[in-house]
């Protein structure tokens, strides 16, 4: 008897102890308390049946069920704002499909027939422009210098300058050869040959002077009652014009040149162009920068009178604007009509260009001068 109730100690020793050997069996206690922490699974089928009842009716009670747009019914009024809108909005592809459809339909009728038998149907292009996307605005690039991407202009190789770029050393540049090409023309010339011109150019000048003349006496007699300051000046305005040509000009695309030598005060040009009242002229700058064409060809007279030579005029509209110019404008009085007219103010040489300042209006929207003149102020207004 006591060595089985030492086995067993033994043996139940060894069941209790933790370590190696064989693994210790679960208690009654613990097995019931695990049982009890399993989760019970409810019945799904049970929950899920009454679920797929209520769907199915559904199903059943919407099988023949259509959808309809509801929209709210509109009054008068708001039915002829819609109809009228194309008058302020214009119409869209929408719109024309929809006049096409009801010309089709008309066509197959008996009153209309007849009258649009002889039209002929041609899509209109849209005109609706709300679901345009807004033009892309303008910004104007600022006057710095570009940067090479290779760090050196020499490396840099071949590529085209900007305009504004260009026309900072095109007038000097421009300026210096042709003082070059003159010094070198006179001294080619052999000097029995450069006495000849000059001797043909002087006689040439006395008759012109000599057939002025001429006219003013015949000018004296007919004019008698005239006063002498407005003779003076319709003899300036009719036969004391200068031999002058349009070219291209350093300064901006074209401009206007002196073909023969040009005293200080004296009458260039008149600058002509059609009359117009301040209104219809502010309709024409706004349309003329639309187009693209500007408002530079615009000179005022006074308050209630301006010259557009846009589209009308004489070489004048083309003097380039100069902050250090060698003309200016006037205006003078000839038998009641007042007229602009262009003086020098200093002597101007053969090929020389002929400028005055424009004299814009302060405004915020600058534009940029390419006079290259010294003292420029770099812009215009």
């Not at 206007?256 to 200080?264: T, Y």
Request: hydrophobic share 35%; glycine share 4%; with cysteine.
């Amino acid at each position: 008897m006591l060595e089985r109730k030492s086995a067993n100690i033994i043996i139940v020793d060894q069941m209790t102890r933790s370590g190696p050997g064989r693994p210790r069996k679960d208690t009654i206690r613990s097995q019931r308390k695990k049982k009890d922490s399993i989760p019970r699974i409810p019945n799904v089928k049970n929950k899920i049946a009454p679920i797929a009842d209520a769907i199915a009716e559904l199903a059943r009670k919407t099988a023949n069920f259509v959808p309809c747009e509801m929209y709210k019914a509109r009054d008068q009024n708001e039915e002829m704002v819609i109809l009228y809108t194309f008058l302020t909005k214009g119409i869209d592809a929408e719109d024309i499909n929809f006049i096409k459809m009801s010309y089709s339909d008309h066509l197959q009728k008996e009153p209309y027939a007849m009258f649009l038998n002889n039209t002929h149907w041609v899509d209109h292009c849209t005109t609706d422009r709300a679901f345009w996307p807004p033009p892309q605005k303008k910004r104007r690039k600022d006057d710095e210098l570009l940067r090479h991407k290779t760090g050196c202009a020499r490396t840099e190789g071949f590529y085209k300058l900007d305009l504004r770029e260009k026309a900072k050393h095109k007038y000097h540049h421009a300026k210096a050869n042709t003082e070059d090409s003159h010094n070198e023309d006179r001294s080619d010339e052999p000097t029995a040959l450069t006495n000849h011109h000059q001797n043909k150019l002087i006689s040439k000048m006395q008759e012109i002077s000599r057939e002025a003349r001429s006219n003013q006496r015949r000018l004296l007699t007919a004019f008698g009652s005239m006063r002498e300051s407005e003779l003076l000046k319709l003899n300036q305005l009719k036969f004391r014009k200068k031999q002058l040509k349009f070219a291209k000009s350093a300064i901006h695309v074209w401009g206007l040149f002196a073909m023969e030598p040009i005293a200080a005060d004296e009458m260039v040009i008149e600058y002509v162009g059609q009359m117009i009242r301040p209104v219809v002229a502010d309709l024409r700058e706004t349309k003329y920068e639309a187009i693209g064409i500007g408002s530079s060809y615009l000179f005022r007279i006074d308050m209630e009178t301006i010259i557009d030579a846009t589209k009308c005029g004489n070489l004048a509209r083309f003097i380039n604007h100069s902050c250090n110019p060698n003309c200016h404008a006037k205006v003078i009085t000839i038998e009641s009509e007042k007229k602009i007219v262009i003086y020098s103010k200093q002597p101007i040489r053969i090929n020389e260009e002929i400028t005055y300042d424009y004299k814009f209006p302060l405004e915020e929207e600058k534009i940029p001068c390419l006079c290259g003149a010294q003292g420029c102020r770099g812009t215009l207004n």
